[in-house]
């Protein structure tokens, strides 16, 4: 197939550590990531109602083909519990051509390979 590199792109989403796994699921299961690391207690100090503030939270690792990052921004807003969830995406610029590929087969919207 081989998928060019930057027709994939990385998305980090944090989240409440209760609300991670759900909302990684949602996203793997309707075919809008291929897949979704979950790094579990990461320290996040911002600015947030005039205040600094923190939190631990979980951040969500997730890859995907680059013509579904609408659709999949569209799910984690929605489904998010805040009330501005962080949504930024990458590019990636190279790598295992293999694994490019099968991100690019799994997050097409009728289905994805078995694994």
Same mark, same amino acid.
């Given at each position: ?5 930057q ?8 989240c409440? +550590?209760?609300?991670?796994p759900?909302?990684a699921?949602?996203?793997v ?12 207690r ?5 600015f ?7 939190d631990?939270e979980?951040?969500?690792?997730i ?6 990052v ?10 998010? +519990? *805040?009330?501005? +969830? ?7 610029v190279?790598?295992?051509?293999? *694994?490019?590929d099968w991100?690019v ?5 009728s289905?994805?390979p078995?694994v």
């Amino acid at each position: 197939m081989n998928e060019d590199p930057q027709s994939c792109r990385v998305l980090l989403c944090t989240c409440p +550590p209760d609300s991670a796994p759900e909302l990684a699921h949602q996203l793997v299961e309707r075919h809008l990531a291929a897949c979704v690391n979950i790094v579990e207690r990461v320290s996040s100090v911002y600015f947030w109602e005039g205040e600094v503030t923190s939190d631990s939270e979980s951040l969500l690792v997730i890859k995907t083909s680059g013509d579904r990052v609408a659709e999949l921004r569209e799910a984690l807003v929605s489904s998010h +519990p *805040y009330d501005v +969830p962080e949504v930024i995406a990458l590019p990636i610029v190279e790598g295992h051509q293999a *694994y490019l590929d099968w991100l690019v087969e799994s997050t097409r919207p009728s289905s994805g390979p078995e694994v």
